[in-house]
């Protein structure tokens, strides 16, 4: 048996007038993130004023998401950095706060003069101390703002979906196979919607689609 025929290779060019109409899309979106102050993406802006073609436009902008992330994880580190020395620095400051004041009512002095500043005891606000927190009356203490779970709103608004369009299909095939009549469908579909009503306040988009960049 002879083998089968294989079809003809698939065209690797490209569609030229696809590429050009993608590259000015983008070339178009970017002028606009682009714009005026915005001193992160002058690489970026000269990069694409010089592009020719969409492969360049692409990826210029792939090296300024590899530079945009990298700034990303700086700041991350920075500001752990930086909220570290800030807490040491406040600490320090009460710390020394407190000295002063013991130095002060050792001198038995209210007030001590110096070039710089002028130090002046003051008695300070009673804390609260906790000495059992479980015995505390229930009015002490406040309840933090509820907080929308986005998550569990759209599974439930997936479920909900998916058992509704499933009992529909279930309806609909019975009508195809003429064990119920069209009316008898539309009260059953009116019954499975009373059965299953939508979540007032939110519903699903239409979704969308994005990209997985995986630099090598």
């Known amino acids: 048996m002879p083998a089968p025929k294989k079809g003809p290779a698939p065209d690797a060019r490209?569609?030229?007038?696809?590429?050009?109409?993608?590259?000015?899309?983008?070339?178009?979106?970017?002028a606009e993130l682009c714009g005026e102050?915005?001193?992160?993406?002058v690489l970026l802006k000269d990069m694409i004023e010089g592009s020719t073609n969409l492969i360049e436009t692409v990826d210029a902008?792939?090296?300024?998401?590899?530079?945009?992330?990298?700034?990303?994880t700086g700041?991350?580190?920075?500001?752990?950095?930086?909220?570290?020395?800030?807490?040491?620095?406040?600490?320090?400051?009460d710390t020394m706060r407190t000295m002063l004041a013991s130095a002060l009512e050792i001198l038995e002095e209210r007030r001590f003069e110096r070039p710089v500043a002028t130090i002046t005891l003051k008695p300070t606000p009673r804390k609260?101390?906790?000495?059992?927190?479980?015995?505390?009356?229930?009015?002490?203490w406040k309840r933090p703002d509820p907080v929308l779970?986005?998550?569990?709103?759209?599974?439930?608004?997936?479920a909900h979906e998916q058992t509704l369009q499933g009992k529909?299909?279930?309806?609909?095939a019975a009508v195809e196979a003429g064990v119920i009549s069209a009316e008898q469908a539309e009260e059953q579909r009116e019954r499975v919607r009373a059965a299953f009503p939508n979540i007032?306040?939110?519903?699903?988009?239409?979704?969308?689609?994005?990209?997985?960049?995986?630099?090598?």
């Open 149 to 158: 779970s986005k998550k569990d709103l759209a599974d439930e608004l997936k």
């Open 128 to 140: 609260v101390l906790i000495t059992e927190e479980s015995e505390i009356p229930e009015r002490f």
């Open 75 to 93: 700041l991350d580190k920075a500001k752990s950095t930086m909220d570290a020395r800030k807490k040491r620095l406040e600490d320090r400051v």
């Open 14 to 30: 490209r569609d030229l007038a696809k590429e050009l109409a993608a590259a000015d899309a983008l070339k178009l979106q970017l």
């Open 168 to 172: 529909l299909d279930e309806i609909r």
């Open 61 to 72: 902008m792939l090296m300024q998401i590899m530079i945009d992330g990298a700034n990303l």
């Open 200 to 216: 007032p306040g939110a519903e699903l988009d239409g979704g969308g689609t994005t990209v997985q960049i995986k630099f090598s």
């Open 37 to 41: 102050g915005e001193t992160d993406t």
